[in-house]
């Protein structure tokens, strides 16, 4: 079987920047109090106009110029993402549409946080069977939209943000290495937002509730990311037969600067074999990842035949990560 890598990467962020600063003005909270817990001084906040389908096709174009594709070439559009444009049709359809793709398939992956590591893992399977030959593969959100700024607790974490990268097949020993994807829905009530869906249609006392906001335990997602990202980036480095002081770069899911220095630390990494930007860009769930694999990309901190592990954790619960060589 061939092995899949990625082609090309791009990144689409609104202009608004909303600092910590800013946010002091809507909830009480301080630059020092959201810096000491989450590490974060600033994220994006998509303008009224900007849609998930919308920076998802800017991203796109980006990704697909550095694979050296065109839209017409797409197998298959993999958006991950838990802030849609709507509920029907899938916002993969739109982009399909809007980035001209006509006649692959698409279609939206939600797995919050690990979307992006988890739309890899689906477009690997694909390409390796020869189901499809260039992937396109998304994380997208607005999470913005799902913020309530009476909760200090969450409207301090997370931002907007888009990223692609293009999947194809590629020459060993470049490719995904191995991959790992897990859920546990013990932990769903940990991070969701309670209405909105069939479970508590929308209403006017849903509205009034504050009940289309999301709602998070920190205290208990705090150690259970930490255990279940060091444990899931063993198991891939080992049945890769590598060992975490080969690696060249170790890209987590940017949710929290404490949850990436313990699982830096417990995997025993050097903090230069790290990749962080979260105090720029803050939480983008899905988008997080691929936003880090695009900077560094474009920055040079990724060179071919490097080996990089990533590896992620979000609201379902879900986690997984992927280990590839450049």
């Not at 709507?86 to 006649?103: E, W």
């Not at 949850?259 to 860009?281: F, W």
């Not at 997080?288 to 954790?313: N, Y």
Request: glycine content about 8%; some cysteine.
């Amino acid at each position: 079987m061939a092995s899949a890598g990625i082609l090309g990467t791009g990144t689409a962020l609104p202009e608004k920047v909303i600092t910590n600063f800013d946010l002091e003005k809507l909830v009480d909270t301080s630059d020092q109090w959201i810096t000491d817990r989450t590490g974060i001084k600033e994220r994006r906040q998509a303008a009224p106009g900007e849609t998930t389908s919308s920076l998802s096709v800017r991203a796109a174009h980006q990704a697909l110029d550095m694979a050296g594709l065109k839209p017409q070439d797409l197998d298959l559009i993999i958006c991950s993402t838990i802030s849609p444009d709507m509920p029907l049709p899938s916002t993969a359809a739109l982009i399909q549409r809007d980035l001209g793709a006509r006649g692959c398939c698409a279609f939206d992956l939600a797995a919050a946080c690990s979307g992006f590591l988890f739309g890899m893992t689906v477009a690997d399977t694909f390409i390796k069977t020869a189901k499809a030959k260039y992937v396109l593969v998304i994380g997208a959100e607005l999470l913005s939209r799902y913020l309530d700024y009476q909760d200090r607790a969450t409207c301090v974490i997370f931002g907007d943000g888009v990223a692609a990268g293009v999947m194809g097949p590629v020459v060993p020993p470049s490719g995904i290495l191995a991959e790992e994807m897990h859920t546990e829905g013990a932990y769903a009530d940990h991070l969701f937002i309670p209405a909105g869906g069939t479970a508590k249609p929308a209403t006017c006392q849903t509205v009034q509730d504050r009940e289309h906001y999301i709602k998070m335990r920190g205290n208990e997602l705090f150690k259970v990311a930490v255990r279940s990202m060091e444990e899931v980036s063993r198991r891939v480095l080992q049945e890769a037969g590598v060992c975490a002081e080969q690696l060249d770069l170790f890209i987590p899911h940017q949710a929290n600067q404490r949850i990436t220095d313990a699982v830096r630390d417990r995997l025993g990494l050097s903090p230069e074999k790290v990749y962080s930007n979260i105090s720029r860009i803050g939480n983008t769930s899905s988008a997080s990842i691929p936003i880090c694999l695009d900077e560094c990309v474009r920055s040079g901190r990724i060179k071919k035949g490097d080996l990089i592990l990533m590896s992620a954790f979000g609201a379902g619960v879900t986690w997984g990560a992927v280990l590839m060589r450049w």
